[in-house]
């Protein structure tokens, strides 16, 4: 199945050899804009995040990279793209029908990525039953995956999608089915959502198999998620973190302020508890740490360039 190519360079504005941190900047630069939360216009705001996000997904995670480098370069931007027949599959599946595949929409992702990365299902994966030629014995059908983004405001609240699975047998299309999923509360990057009875079909009275989407946390401009906590940082001025403040911090639960005393290093953490990600349907929620990033000013006038060198003079502190 041949899809556009996407070059995820462009989408991030970076050359093909851009460092990791030059990788992280532009992700968080263009996702302070894009973000449907701060968009300043909302049209089409949501899918260029998702394209954003799905590209620093890949030139973000070295593994990913690496496969992408190592096939890309192979096709041009806007040209059909098929994928190399080993290049799927959660690390490569054992046995299966190799025929056998699923083009799933709605989970997230371009059908680039699900081409490439394995978001596809069929060749394998939990194979707990299938059907045998000649037999009339009930057979379970197998159980099929794929991946799932879910965003941050899917996991504070539970969600529900509409994902439509189609088989692609040997290149013809048949069974095209809408179904219904549940994203609960608290879920976890890495986490198997389970859909039962939407797998493969059994065979002679054998009961479907199950879907099963593994989940992947969409990137957040601002929150960087483990298990049920939050992490984000704290900008600080210079004179914030010396003499000490109060500063705004915006939480998925409401703004809060946290109070930052004088002499705060770089890399101090702040924990706001209760503030982070809900822990499934228990009513509790993890915590949030805001991380001390005392951020220096691009550029000085020439009435702060005086003050700065008047602090040097007078200063007696010596870092080194």
């Known amino acids: 199945m041949a899809v556009k190519f996407r ?48 590209a ?76 045998t030629a000649g037999s009339s014995r009930p057979r379970r059908g197998r159980d099929i995956e794929s991946e799932i983004l879910v965003t941050l405001e899917e996991v504070m609240s539970g969600a529900e999608r509409t994902l439509v699975i189609q088989p692609q047998h040997h290149g013809h299309p048949e069974g095209r089915r809408t179904v219904t999923i549940r994203i609960p509360k608290g879920v976890t990057e890495g986490q198997l959502i389970r859909a039962a009875g939407l797998g493969e079909p059994g065979s002679s009275g054998g ?55 004088a002499g705060t290093e770089q890399g101090t953490e702040f924990r706001l508890s209760g503030k982070g990600l809900p822990k499934g349907k228990t009513g509790e929620f993890g915590h949030l740490f805001a991380v001390a990033q005392v951020v220096m000013p691009a550029t000085v006038t020439e009435d702060e360039k005086r003050h700065w060198q008047a602090l040097a003079a007078a200063s007696k502190f010596n870092p080194r």
């Open 7 to 54: 070059d995820y360079y462009e989408v991030l504005g970076v050359p093909r050899d851009a460092s990791k941190d030059d990788i992280r900047k532009a992700f968080r630069k263009l996702a302070r804009t894009h973000h449907p939360d701060v968009a300043t216009s909302k049209e089409g705001a949501e899918e260029r995040f998702k394209e954003i996000n799905e």
């Open 207 to 261: 009961e479907p198999g199950d879907l099963f989407l593994h989940v992947r946390l969409e990137r957040h401009p601002d929150y960087r998620a483990v298990e049920h906590d939050l992490y984000l940082d704290l900008r600080l001025a210079p004179w914030e973190a010396v003499l000490g403040a109060t500063v705004p911090v915006r939480t998925p639960h409401g703004e809060t302020r946290i109070k930052v005393p």
């Open 56 to 131: 620093y997904e890949v030139l973000g995670d070295e593994e990913k990279r690496k496969k992408y480098d190592a096939f890309g370069q192979q096709w041009k931007h806007g040209e059909g793209f098929t994928p190399p027949p080993d290049s799927g599959g959660y690390g490569g599946w054992e046995g299966g029908d190799a025929g056998d595949s699923y083009h799933f929409e709605g989970t997230g992702f371009s059908d680039f990525f699900e081409n490439f990365f394995g978001s596809r299902a069929g060749r394998g994966g939990f194979t707990r039953g299938g059907s």
